[in-house]
Nanobody, 127 residues
């Protein structure tokens, strides 16, 4: 699976952006996630969508709960990250990732659990 992230840009604090991650193959059997990496910091988990039954389970880092939402369009093989109420501390390169649908909650927040990665898209939030 090849992933291509897009949608990053420069936005003022309080604004919104929607990131997209387009996959070259079907994603309905994958856990899809977003991570981010700020300058000088380690890559950190942002959000994930894990297939479950006919729908899915969503997970969020505490720092983005209530502000970010994750969704996927299986027909388009695309996952989205809607980011609202952006803060300067959200500034980072955002990466999408794909992993096994069997990832459990304690594992899917680890970057090492994912098999495929996109190239990243830069989000800059000005104060």
């Amino acid at each position: 699976v090849q992933l291509q992230a897009s949608g990053g840009g420069l936005v003022q604090a309080g604004g919104s952006l929607r990131l997209s991650c387009a996959a070259s193959g079907r994603i309905n059997r994958h856990t899809m996630a977003w991570f981010r990496q700020a300058p000088g910091k380690e890559r950190e988990f942002v959000s994930a969508f894990r297939p479950s039954g006919g729908g899915g389970m969503t997970y969020f880092a505490d720092s983005v709960k209530g502000r970010f939402t994750i969704s996927r369009d299986n027909a388009e093989n695309t996952v989205y990250l809607q980011m609202n109420s952006l803060k300067p501390e959200d500034t980072a390169v955002y990466y999408c990732a794909a992993g096994s649908e069997r990832l459990i909650a304690s594992t899917l927040k680890r970057a090492g659990a994912y098999d495929y990665w996109g190239q990243g898209t830069l989000v800059t939030v000005s104060s």
